[in-house]
């Protein structure tokens, strides 16, 4: 498969399509944020890393997750990769939308429902990364530094995306992050789902034709 080019794009390209689909896709994302909490059968990979990173140092959750976010943005410098305005509505829309889904959401009453959550919050997971990323405003963080390694690396996003969800796991649950059967499904499928959706939602960049005399 052709890889995708997912560098972003002036705003003002087809920014009727490219504005509700990014914030539709970032509500989703914190949707399915919360849908995995509320499963509580094991945090994403990036929570197990921040979650060990609190058990380390005498940081607040939320200030690790700011830290970490401010860290892999340096990452960006060497991967040349450029942040837009969907860098900053990254952080923005899925602080609020989780917030919202974690109160809106009601609590599972038994397995079944706490692994239909989990399983369904990963697709969506999965279906609204390709969303906000395929709209080419701007990668969040850590999607920016996913599709910074695959284009210099020529590697897929399926396999990109699984090592960097795999090596985060790794040093969170080192530093004494909690690892769930979620956490290891999220890890080994985020990358996959990505991909597969990923043709569906990105904008393609319009080429004019060429006048002809």
Do not use: K
């Not at 990323?133 to 910074?148: E, K, Q, S």
């Not at 649950?173 to 991909?195: C, D, F, K, M, N």
């Amino acid at each position: 498969m052709a890889p995708v080019d997912l560098r972003p794009l002036p705003v003002t390209h087809a920014p009727a399509r490219r504005l509700p689909q990014l914030f539709a896709g970032l509500a989703l994302y914190g949707t399915s944020m919360a849908m995995q909490v509320h499963g509580a059968l094991g945090l994403n990979p990036w929570d197990v890393l921040h979650e060990g990173l609190t058990v380390r140092t005498p940081l607040s959750f939320g200030a690790i997750t700011a830290v970490t976010g401010a860290v892999v943005l340096l990452l960006w410098i060497p991967l040349r990769q450029r942040p837009g305005i969907g860098t900053v509505a990254n952080v923005v829309v899925i602080a609020f939308a989780v917030d919202v889904a974690m109160a809106l959401l009601p609590s599972p009453s038994g397995i079944a429902s706490r692994v239909a959550l989990m399983a369904g919050g990963i697709v969506l997971n999965g279906v609204a990364s390709a969303a906000y990323i395929g709209a080419r405003l701007g990668p969040g963080p850590r999607d920016g530094l996913m599709t910074g390694i695959a284009a210099r690396t020529g590697a897929s996003i399926r396999l990109v995306r699984t090592g960097i969800e795999l090596t985060v796991l790794t040093a969170g649950w080192l530093l004494g992050g909690t690892v769930g059967i979620g956490t290891v499904l999220y890890a080994l499928t985020i990358g996959p789902l990505t991909q597969l959706f990923l043709p569906v939602f990105v904008v393609r960049e319009r080429r004019l034709a060429p006048e002809t005399a």
